[in-house]
């Protein structure tokens, strides 16, 4: 089955990319969903980010609060630098333990989707296929994000900074999609993809 690794900046449209490729039969993992889940309490890489950014990331329950760490690295490299180099690890092998499970499963599904801002940095290009890359416009970028994650144009910018350029994308990906318009624009270029 083909491992497909499907990346983009940060308001890009991945999200809404993998969710045109489940309607077309697709297994998509969502890397930021991981990402989620294993830092939870009890789960793996809660300890070593405690460890390392202190208790003030927590809330009263002692789980992360995931938005006073995204202010902390987005403002600081070497902190973000530190968060990927340990949720990487615990991603990559959530990853090969879900394709494991469904690898039996292959007549189930037209392909097998790993998405994932980070795609190269987590070292995941290498179990990958094909490389697919969404783009849209900068601009684009901000609106979405401001209006996702109820943001201000400052933050949004700075997050869209804080990753790679388009430049550094565009040389990763075999295949762009163009989210930059509208839906209807998308779905033609999956097909014809598929």
Known sequence: MRIIGLTGGTGSGKGFVSSMLKKRS?????????????????KPAYKELVDYFGEGI?????????????DIVFSD???????????????????????DDISPKTD???AIIIDAPLLAE???????????VVYADSEVRVKRIMERDSITE????????????????????????????DDENVEP????LL
Do not use: P
């Open 26 to 42: 697709a297994y998509v993992m969502d890397t930021d969903m991981i990402a989620h889940e294993i830092i939870e309490k009890g």
């Open 58 to 70: 927590l809330d009263e329950n002692g789980e992360i609060i995931r938005r006073k760490l995204g």
């Open 77 to 99: 490299k070497d902190k973000l630098a530190f968060l990927n180099a340990c949720t990487h690890k615990y991603i990559t092998m959530e990853i090969m333990r879900i394709i």
């Open 108 to 110: 189930k599904y037209t």
């Open 122 to 132: 987590a070292g995941l290009t290498k179990i990958c296929d094909d490389i697919w």
């Open 154 to 181: 400052e933050q949004a910018r700075k997050r869209i900074a804080s990753q790679k350029s388009w430049e550094e994308y565009k040389a990763l990906g075999a295949v762009i999609i163009d989210n930059s318009s």
């Open 189 to 192: 270029q999956l097909d014809a």
